[in-house]
């Protein structure tokens, strides 16, 4: 009876101390959030169940976009080097031609509306700051015009693929103009010290964000950084769901690339753990019948 007396002291104290560090400082540190939303309801400035011109969004995108944007899976180039670009507008423009993939419809067509809206960087770009976005806002198109734009950028996007080098296409398409990633040779192609003066800090590298800030976190933060990290600069980038899981696998396959085997590790650890005990307990029982 003594000895089952200690060892609920023992656990108690374990788990009080476990409480203590583990559970509550989670839920202190990353505290629950809403669930992500692949279809960002909260823009409404475009009807999206228009259905688009392919032929007369080829048109408007050339008169309206081409000027800044490569489209290079249609052979527009881009317009200038990207330290010129990065110094003309701060950062350097994407280029368009997994934009219909990537981008969720009703984000893309909002953000040709309003980008700073769609963003949610209006706390970045406002009359005090002095600053203006780079790429100005088209709510003087129609809706139809707008998604007119949205269907032809989709009819030009790639084929979706599967495996790391479609994962890397989109890791780059969505973060690279900012981020770098060491671990994959990847730099951002916006010169460090402009996308620093552009953002108000570096951009991380991203070669270990999978790890130290988890999946979980990672999932709920490239959907809507503002959520969890209130007045950064780091745009709401309006991935859809599939392409945002190929971000993240993508970090997690240059970041944590022993995940796999590390798991399989776990079920003999467990049985280790196991027999360790068994032996530990056998040993006890010998002592201690000698003792007695």
């Given at each position: 009876?003594?000895?089952?007396?200690?060892?609920?002291?023992?656990?108690?104290?374990?788990?009080?101390?476990?409480?203590?560090?583990?559970?509550?400082?989670?839920?202190?540190?990353?505290?629950?959030?809403?669930?992500?939303?692949?279809?960002?309801?909260?823009?409404?400035?475009?009807?999206?169940?228009?259905?688009?011109?392919?032929?007369?969004?080829?048109?408007?995108?050339?008169?309206?976009?081409?000027?800044?944007?490569?489209?290079?899976?249609?052979?527009?180039?881009?317009?200038?080097?990207?330290?010129?670009?990065?110094?003309?507008?701060?950062?350097?423009?994407?280029?368009?031609?997994g934009a219909g993939w990537i981008y969720d419809k009703n984000y893309l067509a909002n953000f040709i509306y309003d980008p700073v809206s769609a963003m949610k960087l209006q706390h970045k770009f406002t009359p005090e700051s002095g600053k203006a976005f780079p790429m100005?806002?088209?709510?003087?198109?129609?809706?139809?015009?707008?998604?007119?734009?949205?269907?032809?950028?989709?009819?030009?996007?790639?084929?979706?693929?599967?495996?790391?080098?479609?994962?890397?296409?989109?890791?780059?398409?969505?973060?690279?103009?900012?981020?770098?990633?060491?671990?994959?040779?990847?730099?951002?192609?916006?010169?460090?010290?402009?996308?620093?003066?552009?953002?108000?800090?570096?951009?991380?590298?991203?070669?270990?964000?999978?790890?130290?800030?988890?999946?979980?976190?990672?999932?709920?933060?490239?959907?809507?950084?503002?959520?969890?990290?209130?007045?950064?600069?780091?745009?709401?980038?309006?991935?859809?769901?599939?392409?945002?899981?190929?971000?993240?696998?993508?970090?997690?396959?240059?970041?944590?690339?022993?995940?796999?085997?590390?798991?399989?590790?776990?079920?003999?650890?467990?049985?280790?753990?196991?027999?360790?005990?068994?032996?530990?307990y056998l040993w006890k029982r010998k002592i201690w019948s000698e003792v007695h």
């Open positions: 009876m003594k000895e089952f007396k200690i060892l609920a002291v023992i656990v108690a104290l374990v788990g009080i101390t476990y409480y203590g560090i583990e559970p509550y400082a989670h839920h202190v540190m990353h505290p629950e959030v809403a669930p992500a939303d692949f279809t960002f309801k909260d823009l409404k400035n475009v009807d999206t169940s228009l259905v688009g011109n392919v032929e007369n969004g080829k048109v408007l995108v050339e008169a309206n976009c081409i000027a800044c944007h490569s489209i290079e899976s249609v052979g527009h180039p881009q317009v200038m080097p990207n330290a010129d670009a990065a110094a003309s507008y701060g950062v350097v423009p994407p280029d368009l031609s100005p806002s088209y709510n003087w198109m129609s809706a139809q015009e707008i998604m007119d734009i949205v269907a032809y950028l989709q009819s030009v996007a790639p084929t979706a693929k599967s495996g790391t080098e479609s994962h890397k296409k989109t890791f780059e398409a969505a973060c690279g103009r900012c981020h770098s990633m060491a671990y994959a040779g990847l730099e951002s192609t916006t010169p460090i010290d402009t996308i620093k003066t552009y953002m108000g800090a570096t951009p991380p590298d991203l070669s270990q964000y999978i790890k130290s800030r988890g999946e979980h976190y990672l999932y709920s933060f490239i959907n809507d950084p503002q959520v969890l990290l209130p007045g950064t600069a780091m745009p709401r980038t309006g991935l859809n769901k599939k392409a945002q899981e190929e971000v993240i696998a993508y970090m997690e396959e240059i970041g944590d690339r022993k995940k796999a085997e590390r798991e399989s590790l776990g079920i003999w650890v467990m049985i280790y753990t196991l027999i360790f005990a068994i032996l530990a």
